[in-house]
Structure formats: C-alpha cells, structure tokens
C-alpha cells in the first residue's frame, strides 16, 4: 500500500534554532518527493522537489535530503524564524504514466516557532 | 498573474442543500485537481482533470460532481450536501510537461449543518 509518514507530528522551537522534519514513504514506483509549507489557512506553496537521481536540494534556509535506498527524506530548517510556523507536507509520487497517477500525501508535521 | 483562485472562501450549508465551488487558474495549466483537507489526515483527491471537458475520479469522489467546460476553470459540485462533507476545499492546478508540480488556491472552507 501506497503511504506517506511523517514524524514528529508537532514540534515546537525558539527562534533561531534549527530543527528537522522527517518523511518516510512506501510508493512504487517512485517518481519524485516534495515537501510544500502551509501557513494557516492558506493552501500549499512548493518548497523543493526532489526525483530519484537528487540527494539534497537546498530553497534558501530549507535543505531536503532524499535516501531512495532507504525511502526516507528529512527537511532541515536552519536559523528558524517566527513565519516558518506553519504545517510542512511531504507529498510522493508514483512514476506511473497512465491517467491513474498516484499522488500521496502526508499528514504534515506542525512546526510552532516561540520568540 | 493571480495563480489559483477560488470562490467562495467560506460557506456554510444546510444538510441537503447544494452547491458549487469555482476554481480558476490563469497559468494555462492543463491539469486540475479537487482535493478535500480534514484534520489529522493528508490531502485526500476528490476528483481531477487532464484537460479541458475531461475528469476523473480521485480517491473520494463519493458525493461530488466537476466540470471543465474551460481550460482555465473546474468547478465542484455537492448536490446534497452532508454533515461529512465538512471539509476545507482545496484546488490545484499543473502543467502537462510538470505535472507533479501543484500550485493551489487558497482554498474554501465549508461547514455543512
């Protein structure tokens, strides 16, 4: 079955402080893996996406790392500031290239960030 | 170039009545797609389209009718409305030659009494 984890499913941290969310997924065959920032009430926005050949892709202060060996990525926020608060969604796809594309998505990890 | 947008933001509905939520993208994306976003769960697909007058079936399509008469807009239909459709409605579009690249809307939020 098709599935998307992500840990932890909250997480709270000063400003200024690093931290590292993690996604760890069952899709086959793999296509690519995104990671998307939601604010509150708002949609997702498209922080990195990453395909099978990719290890680390890097947006500014987010750094995602892809292991297609072990099926897992992390992404790593450096130097937080108050408007990283928001839900990250890791998001896989499946490489298929009929109409019946699969495109799963995680639950998301709540990040708060604390002055 | 205002992206993905959708109309309305909020609405609330009585158990029966219906209704139709608009989304229209000026990217000339050729995908579209009808997601549902409840607490604790991930995006879930309610339907999509892969151009202008097609559509298929996502993961929950129960309870839900879309069109695409124009490339540039997707609407979502609830013909009777349900408490269970209680949801925050989110809509993305792509591109053919990038279609896992997904830009959404701001979504809608419908409370169903």
């Known amino acids: 079955k098709n599935q998307v984890e992500q840990s932890p499913q909250s997480l709270i941290i000063l400003e200024g402080k690093n931290c590292t969310l993690q996604c760890n997924y069952t899709v086959s065959p793999f296509s690519n893996l995104r990671w998307y920032k939601q604010d509150t009430g708002r949609g997702p926005v498209s922080l990195t996406i990453?395909?099978?050949?990719?290890n680390t892709k890097s947006n500014g202060r987010y750094t995602a790392t892809l292991d297609a060996d072990t099926k897992q990525s992390s992404l790593h926020i450096t130097a937080s500031q108050l408007s990283d608060s928001a839900s990250y969604i890791c998001v896989v796809s499946a490489g298929t290239k009929n109409r019946d594309d699969k495109i799963i998505f995680g639950k998301g990890t709540r990040l708060h960030i604390l002055p | 170039n205002a992206g993905v947008t959708q109309t309305p933001k909020f609405r609330v509905l009585k158990t029966g009545q219906s209704m139709t939520l608009l989304c229209a993208q000026d990217?000339?994306?050729?995908?579209m797609y009808w997601y549902r976003q409840d607490p604790g769960m991930g995006l879930r697909l309610i339907h999509y389209?892969?151009?202008?007058?097609?559509?298929a079936k996502g993961e929950v399509p129960d309870g839900y009718n879309v069109s695409r008469l124009k490339k540039q807009n997707f609407l979502l239909g609830l013909e009777s409305a349900a408490p269970s459709q209680t949801s925050v409605y989110f809509c993305a579009s792509s591109s053919k030659t990038s279609r896992y690249e997904q830009y959404f809307g701001p979504g809608t939020r419908l409370t169903v009494t």
């Open positions: 990217m000339n994306h050729e995908y």
């Open positions: 990453m395909t099978f050949s990719e």
């Open positions: 389209s892969v151009g202008e007058g097609t559509t």
